[in-house]
Nanobody
Framework: QVQLVESGGGLVQAGGSLRLSCAAS????????MAWFRQAPGKEREFVAY????????FYTDSVKGRFTISRDNAKNAVYLKMNSLKPEDTAIYYC???????????????????WGQGTQVTVSS
């Protein structure tokens, strides 16, 4: 099993920045890819960003391209999400997720992930 713990959320003004962290522990060698998802009140969970654990390939949802950057530190078993130019619509609970297998073009689907963190709240005020 793999345990994921997010941190770094908080309250920030529009235009500000935050960096989220996700610490992985347990059988981390089984991780193929890591992603960030988010869920705003009253809305469905949505994909934000993905990174291949070994190769480092990244993918982003269109609404965060150019503003958010996903990265990983294999030595620390950690994944990060640097969020710049935050907007009120970025307000959500952000979840870290890990997959054991290659997802192909379906990296954006939550069902492809085996491990989930408890989430960290990000609130962007206007």
């Amino acid at each position: 099993q793999v345990q994921l713990v997010e941190s770094g959320g908080g309250l920030v003004q529009a235009g500000g920045s935050l960096r989220l962290s996700c610490a992985a522990s347990g059988r981390t060698f089984s991780i193929y890819g890591m992603a960030w998802f988010r869920q705003a009140p009253g809305k469905e969970r949505e994909f934000v960003a993905y990174i291949n654990w070994s190769a480092g390939n990244t993918f982003y949802t269109d609404s965060v391209k150019g503003r958010f950057t996903i990265s990983r530190d294999n030595a620390k078993n950690a994944v990060y999400l640097k969020m710049n130019s935050l907007k009120p619509e970025d307000t959500a609970i952000y979840y870290c997720a890990g997959s054991r297998t290659y997802s192909g073009t379906y990296y954006y689907q939550g069902s492809k992930y085996n491990y989930w963190g408890q989430g960290t709240q990000v609130t962007v005020s206007s």
